[in-house]
């Protein structure tokens, strides 16, 4: 997409989770409920948010694994052509699905944490904010390096699979996660500098 048109999708899609967020912290006790279980399979709990969590990590692992057979298997010539205008709204459609899925998972995780409401409305602020600035330089910088855009689909994979586990009552380590998506980015610094050298 034309850079004006990134922009727009990327402050657009920004300033959504920021609302969702915030409408969402005024739900609470109705958010609250999706902790509750619904129903049993496999001697496995489902509650609202599992069910939740389950269909947005199905939903990013199918949107990773496109998006990677795009970059490697198919050409730009048989890309098929789509409007602008649809483009923008497809991709805002598959930004408020995944701002709803990490919206419910992390309000939850902060009502947890925090009982003050005030806080938690200026910590969603805060890192809306954060989020404007940063996402702009990492977005370039991945799109300047092509490896980095098959790494960091693999790292919206990863993130998919730690929401199905998650779903089903089976979490991974956080840890974990990040340690490897840390060395992964490691690993290809050093080998995108030694390309640069060569």
């Not at 694994?65 to 598959?94: A, W």
Request: aromatic share 12%.
């Amino acid at each position: 997409m034309p850079e004006i048109q990134r922009n727009k999708l990327r402050f657009c899609g920004i300033g959504l989770a920021m609302v969702m967020r915030l409408v969402l912290l005024a739900f609470i006790a109705w958010l609250l409920k999706l902790d509750q279980t619904l129903f049993s399979l496999f001697d496995i709990s489902f509650s609202g948010k599992g069910l939740i969590l389950i269909l947005g990590g199905l939903f990013l692992i199918y949107k990773s694994t496109k998006e990677i057979f795009h970059k490697t298997e198919i050409s730009n010539d048989n890309i098929p052509n789509v409007s602008k205008n649809s483009t923008i709204k497809r991709l805002l459609s598959e930004v408020v699905i995944l701002d709803l899925v990490f919206s419910i998972d992390s309000i939850i995780t902060v009502v947890g944490m925090v009982q003050q409401l005030w806080l938690m409305y200026t910590a969603v602020i805060v890192t809306v904010v954060i989020m404007l600035f940063a996402s702009k330089p990492i977005s370039d910088f991945i799109r300047k390096h092509p490896s980095f855009k098959i790494l960091a689909l693999c790292f919206l994979m990863m993130i998919g699979v730690s929401l199905l586990a998650e779903g089903s009552h089976f979490e991974i380590p956080k840890g974990y996660i990040y340690f490897s998506m840390a060395f992964a980015f490691l690993v290809d610094v050093i080998q995108m500098k030694t390309v640069k050298q060569k």
